[in-house]
């Protein structure tokens, strides 16, 4: 499974986002990116929305492109807590955000995909690099 982050972000944080954003896709597509959860699903694209305006502009976006194989989705991290953030919490802001659009592919209805199998390859990757949520 290959992942394609880009983001719609204010100028405030664009520089962070873009390291944080591409240290997490380097490492995810060498992590996972030869592993497959399924036929229907080959690449996970990811747009991250930092914005300091009224949330009520924007709609986060799920979406399935069967022709080449995308889920695609469009998800908000907190400007604010972004913006304050050292380089590692913003690398788990973003995994957050990824993690949750995984655990939304399942509501794009994909046949013969497994979700469940993803997620965990997923989480165990973020916990080893130490961008993981600590409970």
């Not at 690449?43 to 399935?64: C, N, P, Q, T």
């Not at 997620?119 to 130490?130: C, I, N, R």
Request: one cysteine or more.
């Amino acid at each position: 499974m290959k992942f394609w982050l880009s983001g719609e972000v204010m100028a405030d944080v664009a520089d962070a986002y873009r390291e944080s954003r591409k240290d997490v896709e380097a490492y995810l597509n060498l992590r996972l990116g030869d592993a497959s959860y399924g036929p229907q699903v080959e690449r996970l694209v990811f747009v991250g929305v930092i914005s300091s305006l009224d949330a009520k502009w924007f709609k986060e976006l799920r979406k399935y492109h069967r022709g080449s194989k995308d889920a695609e989705f469009r998800l908000r991290i907190d400007h604010e807590e972004f913006l304050r953030s050292d380089a590692i919490r913003q690398r788990v802001l973003l995994c957050e955000a990824l993690g949750r659009a995984i655990q939304m592919i399942s509501s794009l209805k994909v046949n013969d995909f497994d979700t469940s199998r993803l997620l965990h390859d997923f989480e165990a990757a973020v916990v080893e690099k130490g961008w993981a949520t600590s409970h």
